[in-house]
């Protein structure tokens, strides 16, 4: 699996079974109500991560994600 769509089913924690598929290069979390970002250190193959329209307060361990081409925030 390389793309997971979570967008709009309510979380409000990263699913820790995330960090288990590190073969992942799109993820979207986009439209829930997530308040911080933690837990995706493993994903080193993630190109494009959607966090938009969550209540973001903190967004911690993207430093690993060298591939990560597209942030979107907003």
């Known amino acids: 699996m ?3 769509d979570l967008y709009r089913i309510g979380l409000t ?10 073969q992942l290069e799109k ?3 986009g439209h829930n109500q997530l308040t ?6 493993k994903l080193t193959r993630l190109k494009e ?7 973001l307060t ?3 361990g993207l430093e690993n ?3 990560l081409e597209s942030l979107f925030l907003l």
């Open 2 to 4: 390389t793309e997971l």
């Open 13 to 22: 924690e990263v699913p820790k079974e995330l960090e288990k598929l590190t």
């Open 27 to 29: 993820l979207e979390l």
């Open 36 to 41: 911080e970002v933690k837990g995706l250190e």
């Open 49 to 55: 991560l959607w966090l938009v329209n969550n209540q």
């Open 58 to 60: 903190k967004v911690n």
């Open 65 to 67: 994600l060298t591939q």
